[in-house]
């Protein structure tokens, strides 16, 4: 029976590494707004011998998250890992300067597309697959208040989740990687030393280990 890996977040950083990672053991759905990007990782996938599919999607676009969920259910009747990478990563600002617009967007890409996301995944999971969240403890700290108050709140419903399945699966997973030179970290520190950051290749390669997968 094929192994299959939903990834939100995939067109680069560390969703690129985990499908890369994950390919030669799981079909790929890939799921990103960047659609180069996804064929991009596609051609990856497949000069290894992997196979994926691609969903060039807005995680926050309740009807396109409605279609995957059903399509991959009706394809591959369940699933065994979802790998949720994607994230909005808003300018810094101070919390007394921070754009209106700015924070709705985090509040939707990081807070609501993920609770969304948890209750049409967790029954393709069922009670045998994986869930793994991403944690980045930004919360609190100079300038990062729309970003790190917004990823707090997505890894606390990730918790929450976590904590309510011990018993009865999924298992839920929340993961802390190492900084990595990804597009989002030169955003937030442009100009900053990259050599001592770690590769995504790397931190996937770690975190799958981790989770024995």
Partial sequence: MTQ?????????????????????????????????ALE?????????????TLAPMDITNDAAMQTLCR?????????????????HAAPLAPASMIDAKDMAKSVAGNV????????YVAPLLGTEGTAVFFDDPKAGATFYGSYGATKAAQIALARSWKAETVKTGPRVHIATPNAMPTATRARFHPGED??????PQTEAVRILAELGA
């Fill in 40 to 52: 991009e990782l596609d051609d990856q996938i497949k000069a290894a011998g992997g196979a994926a």
């Fill in 71 to 87: 399509g991959i259910h009706d394809r591959w009747g369940a699933l065994n890992m979802w790998m949720h990478t994607a994230v």
């Fill in 194 to 199: 990259r050599s001592p950051l770690a590769d």
């Fill in 4 to 36: 299959t890996a939903l990834i939100t977040g995939a067109s680069r950083g560390l969703g690129a590494a985990l499908a890369r990672a994950l390919a030669p053991t799981h079909h790929i759905i890939a799921v990103a707004k960047t659609t180069g």
């Fill in 112 to 119: 609501t597309a993920t609770a969304t996301l948890i209750t």
